[in-house]
């Protein structure tokens, strides 16, 4: 058994009615993976997804859990309500994001640095803990893929609070790195 194939496995993804998200969405379900999508959208919105990927891909298995993650309770939710549909979780990909594109000097408003920092730093980091302690209770493998952005390696103005908190995800991926082999992290940056 190939620990890099991802057919038959189930992948979690937050954000999944996004860009970056569907597209994740897509490859999974080509390659043979069941997938809870994950997204602050209504039910509609999500459900609507669901049904085109299983329209479009032959075999493909999807379910939506609506969550606001600002919120620990929804991201406990998601973990259980999808591991109620397929038993178990193997892949946790941390993809929800936001950007403010403001000055952060003159415009940038408490609330929305608030909310930027809840969903790109600390939504990835509540969810890699529970998932992790799941795992570690069942004692299963899993792997977890937090997406970053060039922005964490390539300051730039306009984006200080994005890559602030992508940096932040970027050091706690790789001081998570002791987990493995049963717990493997790793981040993107797109």
């Not at 891909?57 to 939710?77: F, G, W």
């Not at 795992?135 to 060039?150: C, D």
């Amino acid at each position: 058994d190939n620990k890099y194939v991802v057919r038959d496995k189930v992948a979690l993804i937050t954000g999944a009615l996004g860009a970056i998200g569907k597209a994740t969405c897509f490859q999974l379900a080509k390659l043979g993976a069941s997938l809870i999508l994950v997204d602050i959208l209504p039910d509609s919105a999500g459900n609507g997804f669901c049904r085109e990927l299983i329209q479009t891909i032959n075999n493909a298995s999807a379910v939506y859990i609506q969550a606001d993650l600002r919120n620990s309770r929804d991201i406990q939710r998601m973990l259980t309500e999808g591991t109620e549909v397929y038993s178990h979780i193997d892949i946790l990909i941390n993809n929800a994001g936001i950007a403010l594109y403001n000055d952060y000097y003159h415009d940038e408003k408490r609330d929305l640095i608030d909310m930027a920092i809840d969903i790109n730093l600390k939504a990835p980091l509540e969810a890699t803990r529970l998932f992790a302690r799941e795992l570690k209770n069942q004692g299963r493998e899993g792997v977890v893929v937090n997406l970053s952005s060039i922005t964490a390696l390539v300051p730039g103005r306009f984006v200080e609070i994005y890559g602030a908190t992508k940096v932040a995800l970027m050091y706690f991926t790789k001081a998570s790195a002791y987990m493995a082999p049963q717990i493997r992290i790793a981040a993107v940056a797109p």
